[in-house]
């Protein structure tokens, strides 16, 4: 369960669903789900509801794949079901099976929302469950959640914080450290909510394997290059890509509608915490390196190193190399 929508993994056994047997040979394959996709999610969309204050939720058929749970083979359903308004609790219409396939059948649900669990089993004499969420969402408890997902994101996006630290390597003075930060957050910000208004779209491959480009190019300008006043107009615009990166991470958690500008303000709010804080916290030592006679030493060192986890990503971003995730 999230602030906008639920997320609902379903299981059935494959016997329960031989109704989709095109060729009558007992077993259910990938193409056969494939070729019936569409009669799949309009038994799916009818027969198994959500409902918000009496009202159905948007269903989504997010994908489907043949599995095995506790050694029973069946098909995994990724469904999405979404509200404009914060959901804070909902009914389950379960009315699967039961009229064709296996009157006697039964399906275990588990409900999450966060660290609260709740259960309950469906079958033909119980087939509706009411959940009632003991955080209730609201704008306040929304934009905080939301304000804290952009914090998370910086600190823990450790690509961007690479990129972060290439730009202040080379910064001599407080006043080069606040152009740099400006540009990018002014930049960024741009991006994140042009791209999170759907007013940009370009494949999430694409931003990640250009962020990755971004690190490669800065590092390695650490090093060759010793002048750097127009830092803040390189960070500007390499800062347009890293927001489109920022507005990926978004579409993945998801804005509630009713409060969707305040949440994207929020989100990118917290984002620019977080960053300042990481400045805040690395700059005085670094500041303080520099005075050392061994820090251009150090600048090409870890301009390198940087350079290298850039490339490193760059090739599994493009999928030269397989990713370790």
């Known amino acids: ?57 948007t269903f989504h058929l997010q994908g489907m794949e043949k599995t095995e749970k506790e050694t029973i083979s069946g098909v995994s359903f990724q469904l999405e079901y979404t509200s404009s308004t914060p959901v804070n609790g909902f009914t389950i219409e379960y009315n699967l099976i039961f009229e064709d396939a296996d009157p006697l059948h039964m399906n275990f649900a588990i409900i999450e929302e966060g660290q609260d ?18 955080h209730p969402a609201t704008w306040g408890s929304t934009l905080l959640k939301y304000f804290t997902l952009g914090i998370e994101h910086i600190v823990t996006g450790y690509d961007h914080i690479l990129f972060l630290f290439s730009l202040l390597f080379v910064s001599r003075r407080w006043k080069d450290i606040i152009r740099i930060v400006t540009a990018f957050t002014i930049a960024h910000s741009i991006t ?46 390499f800062g347009l890509i890293h927001g489109m990166g920022f507005a990926g991470a978004l579409e993945e958690i998801g804005l509630p509608k009713s ?50 986890q850039a490339v490193w990503w760059l090739l599994e971003r493009t999928g030269v190399i397989g990713s370790a995730g």
């Open 192 to 237: 994140l909510f042009l791209a999170a208004t759907g007013f940009i779209r370009i494949a999430p491959a694409w931003i990640e394997s250009a962020i990755a480009l971004t690190i490669c190019y800065v590092a390695l300008e650490n090093v060759w290059s010793k002048k750097h006043e127009l830092r803040w107009l390189l960070t500007f615009v």
């Open 259 to 308: 409060y969707f500008i305040s949440s994207l303000l929020t989100f990118n709010l917290g984002v620019e915490t977080g960053q300042l804080a990481i400045v805040l916290l690395v700059m005085p030592l670094l500041l303080q390196l520099r005075k050392k006679s061994w820090y251009s030493k150090l600048l090409v060192a870890g301009s390198l190193v940087i350079f290298l």
């Open 117 to 134: 669990i709740d259960q309950t089993v469906f079958d033909a004499s119980h087939r509706s469950y009411h959940y009632e969420s003991m």
């Open 1 to 57: 369960m999230h602030p906008d929508r639920v997320d609902y993994e379903l299981f059935i056994p494959e016997l329960s669903l031989l109704k989709y047997d095109a060729n009558r040979d007992d077993k259910l394959s990938s193409e056969e789900l494939l070729q019936q996709r569409s009669a799949i999610e309009t038994d799916l969309r009818d027969h198994l509801r959500l409902e918000q204050n009496m009202e159905p939720m």
